[in-house]
């Protein structure tokens, strides 16, 4: 790891562990709340999967997810390995292209692979076989790739319509997660909610240092990551 990455991966680690704390925030996560998800919509009393942008926990969490699959930096695999730091990537097919193997190691280090789509096609008003494709697709991709098939489901830009419900429920899926706060955001967090941390823009700063701000607005809160796929 550069130098300066390494220096602010040890200020992060103080960040979200504290001088007399373990380093992993793992152990640090609590007792799981029953009935923690949140679900709202309209799937949320028809038996198709909820849809969730926050999840409803007495724990002092909150949760780090990812988007599309463009951002390919090495540095972030040491900070998630480094702080055993729970992050569930939403992976689309056409972005990720030839750089399924950093997301193994990803995998390796213990970031969740979650469905984002084969295209990142908007899916509102797509025929029903259309948004099945799109999803079922890459179900079938990740599990070729990661031997797993995912359990959540992030539409491209949050948008989704009934068809998508059905679809994500045909498909194997239990959940479609939206969010509740960007890593571009300033407002204070709280417990439960899900963070956004997009793609990379190519003149800002790379995605560890994006991240690195995001646990700072966590540790400001009094808050800890999660890990999502323990809560839906």
Not at 168 to 185: P, R
Request: aromatic share 6%; with cysteine; hydrophobic share 35%.
């Amino acid at each position: 790891m550069r130098p300066r990455a390494a220096g602010a991966l040890a200020l992060t680690v103080a960040l979200l562990t504290g001088c007399a704390q373990s380093v992993d925030p793992l152990e640090r996560l609590g007792e799981k709340a029953a009935g923690r998800v949140s679900p709202h919509g309209p799937g949320a009393d028809r038996g198709l999967p909820p849809v969730v942008d926050r999840v409803r926990t007495r724990d002092k969490v909150v949760f780090l997810t990812y988007d599309d699959g463009a951002e390919k930096d090495p540095r972030f695999v040491d900070m998630v390995r480094e702080l055993r730091l729970p992050v569930s990537m939403f992976l689309t097919d056409s972005v990720v292209g030839p750089g399924y193997g950093h997301f193994a190691r990803l995998q390796s280090v213990g970031a969740s692979i979650q469905n984002h789509t084969l295209d990142h096609t908007a899916l509102p008003g797509l025929p029903y076989a259309g948004q099945r494709a799109e999803i079922c697709g890459q179900q079938d991709k990740l599990k070729s790739r990661f031997g797993i098939r995912p359990r959540l489901f992030r539409p491209p830009h949050g948008r989704y319509d009934m068809t998508t419900l059905h679809a994500t429920a045909d498909c194997g899926l239990a959940a479609i997660v939206l969010w509740t706060s960007a890593d571009t955001d300033d407002a204070p967090l709280h417990p439960g909610d899900i963070i956004l941390i997009g793609p990379d823009d190519p003149t800002g700063p790379p995605l560890w240092q994006r991240t690195e701000r995001v646990l700072r607005r966590v540790e400001e809160a009094g808050l800890r990551v999660g890990r999502l796929e323990d809560y839906l």
